[in-house]
């Protein structure tokens, strides 16, 4: 599993609170009746709306690997279009992009 260089500095340095959070996420997860695949395609709207390009990667990647398509991802970025706008939809188009890219290689 890929993991960005400062998200494993902060697993280094602060090991307790990275199993926490990470804790907090699973149990963020199992929480309702979601499946993953949708789990993983709302966590990539919201990734979209914060502008994250990490966060956007990593929750493509994670709902491909739990069975999402490429429309199911592009629609995702659509969806985002006339709620946080244009400029930040296109900016995670790019990033999604670059993950359709690596996972077809």
């Known amino acids: 599993m890929y993991l960005p260089k400062p998200f494993q500095q902060f697993k280094n340095q602060y090991p307790e609170i990275s199993r926490l959070y990470e804790e907090l996420g699973v149990k963020c997860q199992e929480a ?3 499946d993953e695949k949708t789990r993983y ?3 990539l ?9 990490g966060a956007v990667k990593s929750h493509a990647r994670k709902a491909l690997e739990h ?3 490429r429309e199911e991802l592009y629609q995702a970025l659509l ?3 006339t709620t946080v ?3 930040a939809m296109i ?7 670059e993950v359709l890219i690596a996972e077809a290689v």
Do not use: Q, R, Y
């Open 41 to 43: 395609l709302v966590n």
């Open 79 to 81: 969806l985002a279009l």
């Open 45 to 53: 709207g919201i990734s979209i709306g914060a502008v994250s390009p």
């Open 32 to 34: 309702g009746p979601l």
């Open 67 to 69: 069975g999402a398509t």
């Open 85 to 87: 706008g244009f400029p």
């Open 91 to 97: 900016a995670a188009m790019g990033w999604v992009e």
